[in-house]
């Protein structure tokens, strides 16, 4: 293979690329405000929707664990 030959698959592969980019652009966003579409948004704010809904879960057993652990102590007093 010559230079002229991968240089021009290096530049077809740069195009595709872009082309793939301006794609996935403007699948996931809205062309008339910019934002992203709600398919989008749903698929990034679950992890950040989980995640919250695991430290919210974690902060109400600790507070369970600490009522039950301030009654234990009460009660050993």
Do not use: F
Not at 27 to 51: C, F, I, S
Not at 52 to 71: D, E, G, P, W, Y
Request: net charge positive; glycine share 0%.
């Amino acid at each position: 293979m010559s230079l002229s030959q991968m240089m021009m698959l290096e530049s077809d592969k740069s195009r595709a690329l872009a082309e793939a980019e301006v794609s996935l652009t403007i699948a996931h966003t809205d062309p008339l405000t910019q934002l992203p579409n709600w398919h989008t948004l749903e698929k990034r704010l679950a992890p950040v929707m989980l995640a919250s809904v695991l430290a919210v879960l974690t902060l109400k057993i600790m507070s369970v664990h600490n009522k039950q652990l301030r009654l234990l102590i009460k009660q050993c007093t």
